[in-house]
């Protein structure tokens, strides 16, 4: 079977036309680099990722965030990555405040504190399912984002130490997806873990967290993905994939996130309708 994405309008979607008749599947890889998933592509390493993003290609954007908790913010404020050529543009979603120059005709807007928060006042349920550790749940911190949704599920085989993430991440989506009544409207947001450090465990005999190693991780969420995608094709999706953020292996010296530096700020992006 096919999973190819039906209709996509790369950067041209609007999100008002989308309104009850769609569900929301926002997933963050988080702190994936955008050269590792172009390169992943490449080297035919993430098959289904192929074959369900527009011309099946992930675009170059700029995160508003260089770590997980600020990118997220400001995510869930409507200011996803931004394309890398200049000029103004419109974004999908937004919530209401004076002097906005990227609100527009496309734009969903919200009079709302969060756009999961705008979902849910039009009847949307939303739904989490966690990965790092700011949305395990297990500190005040912890709790802040994941707080936003209905309902939110964290378990430690969702997490950064657990080399099967994607698959215990995306088989607890499947069996929701199953759960949950089909007439009923979801904001589903899945934050992936697998390419969040440590991520050498994905390559034998690695020792230490490399592109290589972060390419290989995307490799097993893919799979992931496509064991997953009979339960998604259940249901009609606007898409937006996205990397909250980067990370640095050494690249002009310098290690991690939270940093100012093009592999920490250049994420891979998408948005399409998928079914």
């Not at 890889?29 to 011309?55: C, E, H």
């Not at 992930?58 to 890398?84: D, K, N, Q, V």
Request: charged letters at 20%.
């Amino acid at each position: 079977m096919s999973f190819k994405s039906s209709i996509w309008r790369n950067n041209l979607l609007n999100a008002n036309d989308h309104i009850g008749t769609r569900d929301i599947l926002f997933i963050t890889f988080d702190t994936l680099r955008y050269d590792v998933a172009k390169a992943a592509m490449a080297a035919g390493q993430t098959p289904f990722l192929n074959s369900l993003l527009p011309n099946g290609k992930w675009e170059a954007r700029h995160t508003p965030g260089s770590f997980t908790y600020a990118a997220h913010h400001a995510f869930f404020a409507g200011f996803l990555p931004t394309p890398e050529n200049g000029g103004h543009h419109e974004r999908l979603f937004a919530l209401d405040f004076p002097g906005s120059e990227t609100t527009g005709a496309r734009t969903l807007t919200f009079d709302k504190p969060n756009i999961i928060s705008g979902y849910k006042a039009l009847g949307y349920h939303a739904l989490c399912i966690g990965g790092v550790g700011f949305f395990n749940k297990l500190t005040p911190l912890g709790r802040v984002l994941p707080n936003l949704f209905d309902e939110s599920q964290w378990q430690p085989e969702f997490g950064v130490t657990d080399k099967n993430s994607p698959t215990h991440q995306l088989d607890y989506i499947a069996k929701r997806l199953d759960e949950i009544d089909s007439a009923q409207r979801l904001f589903l947001f899945l934050n992936l873990s697998a390419m969040h450090q440590p991520n050498c465990y994905y390559v034998n005999g690695a020792e230490h967290d490399t592109a290589a190693t972060q390419g290989a991780a995307l490799a097993a969420v893919d799979r992931a993905l496509e064991a997953a995608a009979p339960a998604f094709q259940k249901r009609k999706w606007l898409c937006v994939f996205t990397s909250d953020h980067g990370t640095a292996y050494g690249d002009a010296g310098y290690e991690g996130h939270r940093l100012a530096h093009e592999s920490v700020w250049r994420v891979p992006y998408a948005e399409f309708l998928w079914n």
